[in-house]
Each structure stands twice: as C-alpha cells, then as structure tokens.
C-alpha cells in the first residue's frame, strides 16, 4: 500500500516550473501539491558512478528542490563508459564538482550540495540526517552496513541498488516504516557476503545500460516516497537480468533475530557518530562493518597479516634489485588487458586466476620472495593468500597497486 508523503508542499510553484514540470504535474499521482513537495524536498545521493548518474539525473529534471551528492574520488577514464554524468572534459577532476556542475546545468532551478568525503562512521550521521531520503549507490558493503545503520538510527528511508556484470538489484530500506513494512539491509543480508575481488566492476565488469536500468527504478522509488504514491519496494527486491532481459520479484521478511533485544543494529551501528575504533569495529569484532576505510592486510584465521609496502618502497626496491642489492619476483596479478594500459617495468604478468599453474610457478617459486600487485590491492591480497596457503612464504604486497604507483611514483603512467 502507499505509505504517507514524505514532505509536505513547498513554496508556490513559479511559471517556469509549471512550465518545466508540467508533463509531470499532469500526472494524478503528483499534480501541483505533488510538484511543490519535491521542491521542498531533500535527497542524498551517495557515489556519483554508475547508480549516481542516472539517479542525478532524473531526480534533478523531476525537479527535487535540494539534491547533496557524496563521493571522494576522481573522474578517470574507465569510468566513462557507464558513469554517463561526467564527460570526457571532466576526466581527473572530482567527481562530487563534476557530478554537480552536470546537475547545475541540467537545472538550475534546483540547490545542489557537494559533500567531497569519505562516508565514515564519524559522519555518516551527520550527513544523513540533512536529508529526507537517501539514495545508496556505493559499491562497497562495509559502507553500505554504515549507512543503513545510520539511517535506521534517525529514520530516513534508504534506496540501495547494486549492478555486477549484467545483472542488478533494487529495494528499499526503512526502518521506522509502518504496516509491518520496516526492512534494514541486515533483513536482506543477515551476515555481510565475503569480500571477493573477483566480483567486483573492475575485474568483472558491468555492462553500462544495467546501471541505468538500475538507477531508473531508484528514481522512481525515491519520487514515490517522496509524493507518497504508489506500492515501495520494501520488503521486496527486484532482481534484474540482462541477458535474458528479465525482471523478477523476491520478497523478503524480517531477520530471525531483528527484534532481539541488543541485537538491532549492532554491526553496522557500532561506531556511529565516534571516531573510528579499533576495539569496536576493527579485525575480530562481532560485526561485519570493520575496519572501515582503513586499509589492512589479509589476515586468515590460522596465519599473520600478509606483510605489504607502499608503491615508493617498491621503487625503492627497484632500483635495488638494479643494482644488484635486492632479489625478488614483482608479480602483476591483473588481466592481460590492464597490463597493456599500464605496467611496471620489471613486473612478470601472472593473472589471478593463474596464480597456481605450473607456468606461473616457473615465474615465482616457492622459495622466492614474491612481491605482488594489482589495480588496486584487492586481487594482490587474494593472491598473496593463495600463495601462502600453499607454500609460499615470503610474499607481499603493494599497499593502492599500480594506482597508487601512478599517484605517487610515476604521474605519466595512465590511471583507469
């Protein structure tokens, strides 16, 4: 059933905005009472990717009266092809400015607020509770668990959506919803799925049309919380393949232990408002929100932390090696592809999903010291675990990957 309008009608609408919105006004669902409450209304739409871009861009020519866009990196190249927001002009400028100048542009009728920071436990509170709703378009779950944490603990519904490869998913979060409706993201993922860097955009892809097929429907769930029309896809999600160009529905209930008492929340909750604990949400704790943003090695739970270096004291390294002072294999775990973007001179190419063939073990024996790299550090961990789990054991790997080696070693090696 439709649940209460969440704002009340704003300010009158003035000629232009009639004007503007008037395919929309006609609608019997918004009408100008309709109209005049997304002028008044407040949205947070956090990361200006994939997701971001169409859900800017429509809330923005709905005319949604204050839009904040949160993120806290930078245009790249690689981004272009379903981060449809930022041009080719805007590649390594901030995507929070760019994202905005986009959004200015397209309306000017409405205020847009730039929020270029990480989302943390220390803010994420702060930053939510200025908005009517939030719109979560971030790929990273540990983040995800902060914020529909917050959002539970000031009662701001939450639109979440996710796109890997050709598929997506969307529902909505609330958890003061009435009728029996209040969901969290804990109801749909009780324990927070293992991290994998095998799933993941950058390795797997994603076909760009899904992220606005995707970002479409968190649109329009977010104007029909907003307008209080229609039936919200809470306790619902709506699963998306592109292959076969299906849609289905899967509805989901309450976690078994939600109403336990002292069990609400707890993960994703701890920390909220502080600054970040070790104690609480750091290697060990009990909740699935841990170490947030701050980077660790992989730590299994029968080894030591894999040890790991910055992209400078591989250089430093390098040059070492060159003279004859050190002995080592540098290992690149990328795909072939990104190795002939980008490469560190001196690097072996062996794939992730080659990392135990016979041919890479010619390339980096047993008893060598191995120091591997990636795009970033995710696949150079997973690597660096497989290796030690069999047999290796003097590996390391390189703290940001070959991202981190174009930002602080060599600025001429392009960065995707």
């Known amino acids: 059933m439709p649940l209460p309008a969440l704002v009340s009608p704003g300010p009158e609408l003035t000629r232009a905005e009639l004007l503007r919105y008037s395919r929309q006004i006609s609608l019997p669902h918004v009408g100008v009472d309709g109209q005049r409450r997304l002028k008044d209304a407040r949205v947070l739409v956090l990361g200006a990717g994939g997701l971001g871009s ?29 981060q449809t927001i930022h041009p080719d002009a805007r590649v390594g400028e901030r995507k929070v400015a760019s994202a905005a100048a986009a959004v200015r542009a397209q309306n000017p009728l409405i205020e847009v607020i730039e929020h270029d920071a990480e989302v943390t436990p220390a803010t994420v509170l702060e930053l939510v509770s200025e908005y009517d709703i939030v719109v979560d378009g971030t790929d990273n779950f540990e983040v995800q668990y902060v914020v529909d944490a917050a959002c539970a603990l000031v009662g701001k519904p939450l639109v979440w959506g996710s796109v890997l490869r050709f598929d997506g998913q969307v529902t909505v979060f ?44 968190m649109a329009t769930e977010t104007l029909k919380l907003l307008g209080g029309y229609g039936e919200p896809l809470l306790g619902r999600l709506l699963v998306h393949d592109a ?117 890479a073990r010619e390339i980096l024996p047993p008893q060598e010291k191995v120091i591997l790299h990636c795009h970033h550090d995710a696949r150079s961990q997973q690597a660096a675990a497989l290796l030690r789990a069999n047999g290796w054991e003097d590996v390391t790997f390189v703290q940001g990957g070959i991202d981190a080696w174009s930002r602080e070693v060599d600025p001429s090696a392009p960065r995707y």
């Open 174 to 217: 609330w958890a003061t919803a009435g009728e029996g409706l209040d969901r969290t993201l804990d109801d749909l993922y009780p324990e927070q799925p293992d991290a994998d860097a095998g799933e993941t955009c950058s390795v797997a892809g994603v076909l760009g049309p899904v992220c606005a097929a995707i970002g479409a429907v």
């Open 243 to 359: 292959l076969d160009a299906s849609w289905r529905e899967v509805p989901f209930g309450k976690a078994a232990n939600r109403d336990t008492p002292g069990a609400r929340r707890t993960r994703g909750a701890a920390n909220i408002g502080e600054p970040y604990s070790f104690t609480k949400q750091g290697t060990g704790s009990s909740g699935p929100a841990t170490a947030l943003f701050e980077r660790q090695s992989t730590v299994t739970s029968d080894s030591a932390p894999t040890p790991s270096i910055t992209a400078p004291e591989l250089k430093s390294l390098l040059e070492a090696r060159t003279r004859g002072e050190a002995d080592f294999v540098l290992v690149d775990v990328r795909e072939m592809y990104e190795n002939q973007l980008v490469a560190i001179e001196g690097a072996e190419l062996v794939p992730l999903g080659q990392i135990l063939s016979d041919q």
């Open 54 to 82: 169409p859900v800017l861009q429509y809330l923005a020519a709905a005319g949604v009266g204050t839009i904040g866009i949160a993120d806290h990196d930078t245009v790249e190249v690689s981004n272009l092809q379903r």
